[in-house]
């Protein structure tokens, strides 16, 4: 069932902001600068379902067990969970999930974000693996959970990153087993600490006491591709692998703030690797939540946390160059009330020439919007936050944004940015304490222009330009390219803005990616109930969104409790390959992709059209 109830009462406040929103767009840029998508809750004025841009039939909505796409197009399963990446592993037992050894060997669980990479000779996925499903990597276990230190090393295995390499053969994309650059990174891997946070006492360990080096990368969320080539893989969710031997011990606010407490989320992880037990070693929690940086063509490669895009629940990480040749990073940090950040580097990108450093040193930003649909970047300075050091902001980085009194946002997932003109969004998953309670930190959340509904179920995608073009700019105009709702449900404004109809209905949007053309792939992880404030939305999906138009039409419905994550297009854009990320999670009946009563098991698909086209 829904965990949130709508309430009529906040839509007053919506559609104060809304029509607000509604004026300004007209004042601004002659109000067609944003496209044609108003923003007007309530069932009227809808944008009636066009051919336009997005020449494919729409998917219906369904609860299936399976991958449903538009006719003229199918799909095939390119790796899945457990899958050997190397012909020294086992095949996946789907009765026991594997054991330690046999994870460290193959692909992991729960891909999430991933990037191809190619030198025009060889192909290269880079795949985060978020988490684990305990109920189902230790299904062999009458608990469910892990029992075993063998249970923890397989669990730690399943994490981090994978690197596989990927060639097209006659039945379509494989993957090259045993290639010299296939590679796990989990969570034991050796890591550069690099930024201005290197080697400050936060970061200090027993294992560390210089701070400059760490094991290893979980709670890998989005990923991200920068200019030069290299994979950025993103910490999100990390606190919930740590836990206190002494129940005595008190999380200080610092690590309240990122949700640090006594339990972890049942891993297990600090009983079999004490670094995970933090009343014993409470700086090992300021060694992640960072972006890490790998260079997927150099297998031998250390990955390197950068500390200076802080230290946040990363989401993705958008990597664009500015006019100016500066790398300018979009980065959310998944959490209700929490921030969306900009890192502008201090050198500029050179087009063949030595790029390794540029994420090492720059300004730190977050965004505030203003309720007249004008927005700013705040640089976390000393000066501006009053803390003691540019490395203290990039290790508290929540607590300097707080500081600057930024914008409160309604969980801010993946960041895309258009290439076809200076444009950037970001989805705003949902938030069920907007208006009601405060962030972690205290700041207050109220209802405000880019997060316009009280106790928001479903979710909206904010979008902004920057001023003159110019990623770097201070300052920005911004919109909302849709406010998800549902209008079969709903009259006021949680029936959605006028892009959103019965027919093309969805929450909970999380993933999200443009492709060359300028088109928006969004990808959802919302409730899957199919019922209440959720009827008719069925399971999590992709849609397309022209931002030209604000037409949007649902392409693909995923397996029954599944997320659908990651995207990345084939260099010929002929395939584009989707992750599907956790089906049959929280007990849900699945047995996606091998059927036939099979444990489910995440995976990666490649799609491709019937007639050879490309996609998107
Ligand atoms: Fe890992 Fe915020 O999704
Ligand atoms: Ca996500
Ligand atoms: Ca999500
Ligand atoms: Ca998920």
Same mark, same amino acid.
């Given at each position: 069932?829904?965990?949130?109830?709508?309430?009529?009462?906040?839509?007053?406040?919506?559609?104060?902001?809304?029509?607000?929103?509604?004026?300004?767009?007209?004042?601004?840029?002659?109000?067609?600068?944003?496209?044609?998508?108003?923003?007007?809750?309530?069932?009227?004025?809808?944008?009636?379902?066009?051919?336009?841009?997005?020449?494919?039939?729409?998917?219906?909505?369904?609860?299936?067990?399976?991958?449903?796409?538009?006719?003229?197009?199918?799909?095939?399963?390119?790796?899945?969970?457990?899958?050997?990446?190397?012909?020294?592993?086992?095949?996946?037992?789907?009765?026991?999930?594997?054991?330690?050894?046999?994870?460290?060997?193959?692909?992991?669980?729960?891909?999430?974000?991933?990037?191809?990479?190619?030198?025009?000779?060889?192909?290269?996925?880079?795949?985060?693996?978020?988490?684990?499903?305990?109920?189902?990597?230790?299904?062999?276990?009458?608990?469910?959970?892990?029992?075993?230190? =063998?249970?923890? #090393?397989?669990?730690?295995?399943?994490?981090?990153?994978?690197?596989?390499?990927?060639?097209?053969?006659?039945?379509?994309?494989?993957?090259?087993?045993?290639?010299?650059?296939?590679?796990?990174?989990?969570?034991?891997?050796?890591?550069?600490?690099?930024?201005?946070?290197?080697?400050?006492?936060?970061?200090?360990?027993?294992?560390?006491?210089?701070?400059?080096?760490?094991?290893?990368?979980?709670?890998?969320?989005?990923?991200?591709?920068?200019?030069?080539?290299?994979?950025?893989?993103?910490?999100?969710?990390?606190?919930?692998?740590?836990?206190?031997?002494?129940?005595?011990?008190?999380?200080?606010?610092?690590?309240?703030?990122?949700?640090?407490?006594?339990?972890?989320?049942?891993?297990?992880?600090?009983?079999?690797?004490?670094?995970?037990?933090?009343?014993?070693?409470?700086?090992?929690?300021?060694?992640?939540?960072?972006?890490?940086?790998?260079?997927?063509?150099?297998?031998?490669?250390?990955?390197?946390?950068?500390?200076?895009?802080?230290?946040?629940?990363?989401?993705?990480?958008?990597?664009?160059?500015?006019?100016?040749?500066?790398?300018?990073?979009?980065?959310?940090?998944?959490?209700?009330?929490?921030?969306?950040?900009?890192?502008?580097?201090?050198?500029?990108?050179?087009?063949?020439?030595?790029?390794?450093?540029?994420?090492?040193?720059?300004?730190?930003?977050?965004?505030?919007?203003?309720?007249?649909?004008?927005?700013?970047?705040?640089?976390?300075?000393?000066?501006?936050?009053?803390?003691?050091?540019?490395?203290?902001?990039?290790?508290?980085?929540?607590?300097?944004?707080?500081?600057?009194?930024?914008?409160?946002?309604?969980?801010?997932?993946?960041?895309?940015?258009?290439?076809?003109?200076?444009?950037?969004?970001?989805?705003?998953?949902?938030?069920?304490?907007?208006?009601?309670?405060?962030?972690?930190?205290?700041?207050?959340?109220?209802?405000?222009?880019?997060?316009?509904?009280?106790?928001?179920?479903?979710?909206?995608?904010?979008?902004?330009?920057?001023?003159?073009?110019?990623?770097?700019?201070?300052?920005?105009?911004?919109?909302?390219?849709?406010?998800?709702?549902?209008?079969?449900?709903?009259?006021?404004?949680?029936?959605?803005?006028?892009?959103?109809?019965?027919?093309?209905?969805?929450?909970?949007?999380?993933?999200?990616?443009?492709?060359?053309?300028?088109?928006?792939?969004? #990808?959802?992880?919302?409730?899957?109930?199919?019922?209440?404030?959720?009827?008719?939305?069925?399971?999590?999906?992709?849609?397309?969104?022209?931002?030209?138009?604000?037409?949007?039409?649902?392409?693909?419905?995923?397996?029954?409790?599944?997320?659908?994550?990651?995207?990345?297009?084939?260099? =010929?854009?002929?395939?584009?390959?989707?992750?599907?990320?956790?089906?049959?999670?929280?007990?849900?009946?699945?047995?996606?992709?091998?059927?036939?009563?099979?444990?489910?098991?995440?995976?990666?698909?490649?799609?491709?059209?019937?007639?050879?086209?490309?996609?998107?």
């Amino acid at each position: 069932m829904p965990d949130t109830t709508v309430t009529g009462g906040a839509a007053t406040d919506f559609e104060r902001i809304a029509g607000r929103v509604l004026t300004r767009r007209g004042l601004l840029e002659g109000g067609a600068a944003f496209g044609a998508a108003a923003f007007v809750p309530g069932a009227t004025a809808r944008v009636a379902a066009g051919g336009g841009r997005l020449a494919f039939n729409a998917v219906p909505a369904n609860t299936l067990d399976t991958v449903t796409l538009p006719d003229g197009y199918r799909w095939r399963v390119l790796i899945r969970w457990g899958d050997p990446l190397w012909s020294d592993g086992p095949e996946f037992d789907r009765e026991t999930c594997g054991d330690g050894a046999s994870q460290e060997r193959a692909f992991g669980d729960n891909n999430d974000g991933m990037a191809l990479f190619t030198d025009g000779r060889r192909t290269l996925l880079a795949v985060n693996h978020e988490y684990t499903n305990l109920e189902i990597i230790h299904r062999n276990r009458e608990t469910g959970r892990p029992e075993t230190a =063998d249970d923890m #090393r397989k669990g730690k295995a399943a994490h981090g990153v994978s690197i596989v390499e990927i060639e097209e053969g006659d039945g379509g994309w494989a993957v090259v087993k045993d290639s010299p650059f296939n590679r796990r990174i989990a969570v034991d891997t050796p890591m550069e600490i690099a930024g201005p946070a290197r080697g400050h006492d936060l970061l200090g360990t027993e294992a560390d006491p210089a701070g400059a080096t760490s094991l290893g990368t979980w709670s890998n969320c989005g990923g991200g591709r920068t200019p030069w080539g290299a994979y950025l893989t993103c910490e999100e969710n990390f606190d919930g692998y740590f836990s206190s031997s002494d129940p005595a011990y008190e999380p200080g606010p610092e690590m309240r703030r990122y949700g640090v407490g006594t339990r972890d989320w049942g891993y297990g992880w600090a009983a079999a690797d004490e670094r995970f037990d933090f009343s014993r070693h409470p700086n090992e929690c300021n060694r992640v939540g960072y972006v890490v940086e790998i260079d997927p063509f150099d297998p031998a490669s250390t990955p390197r946390k950068h500390t200076a895009l802080g230290r946040l629940k990363h989401e993705n990480a958008e990597a664009v160059v500015a006019a100016d040749g500066r790398a300018v990073v979009y980065m959310g940090d998944d959490e209700r009330g929490e921030y969306l950040y900009r890192f502008v580097s201090a050198g500029r990108y050179r087009a063949g020439g030595d790029n390794s450093g540029l994420l090492e040193d720059g300004a730190l930003h977050v965004a505030k919007f203003n309720d007249d649909m004008s927005g700013e970047w705040i640089e976390l300075s000393p000066e501006t936050t009053g803390m003691a050091s540019r490395a203290e902001i990039c290790v508290h980085t929540r607590m300097a944004a707080s500081a600057v009194g930024a914008t409160t946002m309604d969980r801010p997932e993946w960041v895309a940015a258009n290439p076809a003109r200076a444009e950037v969004c970001c989805c705003l998953t949902n938030n069920k304490n907007r208006g009601v309670k405060p962030n972690a930190g205290g700041d207050d959340t109220p209802v405000n222009g880019p997060n316009p509904r009280e106790r928001n179920p479903y979710g909206q995608i904010v979008r902004w330009r920057p001023a003159g073009g110019d990623h770097a700019a201070a300052e920005f105009a911004w919109d909302l390219f849709v406010v998800a709702g549902n209008p079969a449900v709903h009259d006021d404004a949680y029936a959605g803005s006028a892009n959103i109809d019965a027919g093309n209905m969805f929450n909970g949007p999380d993933g999200l990616a443009f492709d060359e053309d300028g088109l928006l792939w969004i #990808r959802t992880d919302g409730k899957y109930t199919d019922a209440g404030d959720f009827a008719g939305m069925g399971n999590n999906q992709m849609l397309v969104g022209d931002p030209a138009t604000g037409e949007i039409k649902r392409f693909m419905v995923g397996p029954n409790g599944c997320e659908v994550a990651g995207v990345a297009w084939s260099p =010929d854009r002929r395939t584009l390959f989707v992750g599907i990320q956790h089906p049959g999670e929280d007990g849900v009946e699945s047995h996606w992709p091998d059927g036939g009563g099979s444990v489910p098991r995440s995976s990666v698909i490649a799609i491709a059209r019937d007639d050879g086209g490309t996609i998107g």
